[in-house]
């Protein structure tokens, strides 16, 4: 778990505060105690706290940018695929100074565009990744939005972080009546999208923003649970004994658990006693 925030504004010739960038940052030390860092620019800035799995050493730390220092990215999560989508760019000349999932990340954004990398990954997160030629920003979610990831745009400037109290500083709370008493009346939390407070909503999962410069919002779902359904796959699964679905299954959970374990640190697991916990942990 990390912690990140950004903003950008239409006007290039504004740069944010330095000192409300560590405020922002501040407010995030809970999720990355290991390094808190901030860029300001023409235009933009981002701040990011930091907590290490994959490659530990500082060259990983963020906001990290290419060897261009064209792009730069703030990223929150993992990327379990990580080491195929960088065995695909390797292949193709691209170099890499890191071995972290960041760095990665970052290449395959750039050699690829978010909308051929967004369907491929595999892992839970939360970006923003800015091209300070064309004064782009993209800001993207993952499938079932396991990592946080609010946004406030007014045309102006376009502010994100993973949690709503980084925009504290740039930002006054104006309570949304409406969703309080949605709640209130026990019609659940905030419906999709919206948050508590007004203007400030919630990146849906599965799907991404594309800021341009003129302060425009392109917005875009990369995945929907409908992509799931392989009516090919459910004929073949009808055609399987119980004990192959069962003996498929372990496979897959196997093979799902394999590829989160490649932290460069020690990690734990959470045992609850349910029986899923149980199972991910004894495998």
């Given amino acids: 778990m990390c912690g990140i925030f950004g903003i950008a504004y239409r006007d290039a010739g504004l740069s944010p505060d330095e000192a409300r960038l560590t405020e922002s940052a501040k407010s995030l030390d809970h999720r990355g105690p290991d390094d808190r860092s901030?860029?300001?620019?023409?235009?933009?800035g981002f701040a990011h706290t930091r907590l290490s799995f994959v490659d530990i050493d500082a060259r990983s730390d963020q906001p990290f940018w290419d060897e261009s220092r064209r792009y730069v990215i703030v990223f929150n999560g993992e990327i379990y695929n990580f080491r195929e989508l960088k065995a695909d760019l390797e292949n193709r000349g691209v170099k890499f100074r890191t071995t972290s999932d960041t760095e990665v990340l970052l290449l395959a954004l750039i050699h690829d565009g978010a909308e051929s990398v967004l369907p491929r990954l595999e892992g839970m997160f939360g970006f923003g990744f800015y091209d300070t030629q064309t004064r782009t920003l993209v800001v993207a979610r993952d499938r079932f939005g396991?990592?946080?990831?609010?946004?406030?745009g007014d045309g102006e400037r376009f502010?994100?972080?993973s949690e709503i109290k980084s925009m504290r500083p740039w930002q006054d709370f104006d309570l949304d009546r409406f969703t309080v008493a949605s709640y209130i009346l026990k019609h659940g939390g905030p419906i999709k999208g919206?948050?508590?407070y007004q203007g400030i909503k919630a990146l849906t999962p599965g799907s991404m923003i594309r800021i341009g410069p003129d302060g425009r919002e392109e917005h875009r779902d990369f995945f929907t649970l409908n992509d799931f359904l392989d009516v090919d796959h459910m004929h073949a699964l009808e055609q399987m004994s119980a004990?192959?679905?069962v003996?498929?299954?372990?496979?897959?959970?196997s093979e799902s658990v394999s590829k989160h374990m490649f932290a460069d640190v020690p990690v734990g697991a959470f045992c609850s006693?349910?029986?899923d916990s149980s199972l991910l942990m004894a495998m």
């Fill in 194 to 196: 919206f948050t508590f």
């Fill in 146 to 152: 396991m990592k946080p990831l609010y946004y406030f």
């Fill in 159 to 161: 502010m994100f972080g």
């Fill in 243 to 245: 004990n192959e679905i």
């Fill in 38 to 44: 901030i860029y300001a620019g023409a235009g933009f």
């Fill in 273 to 275: 006693g349910g029986v």
């Fill in 247 to 253: 003996d498929l299954m372990d496979a897959k959970l």
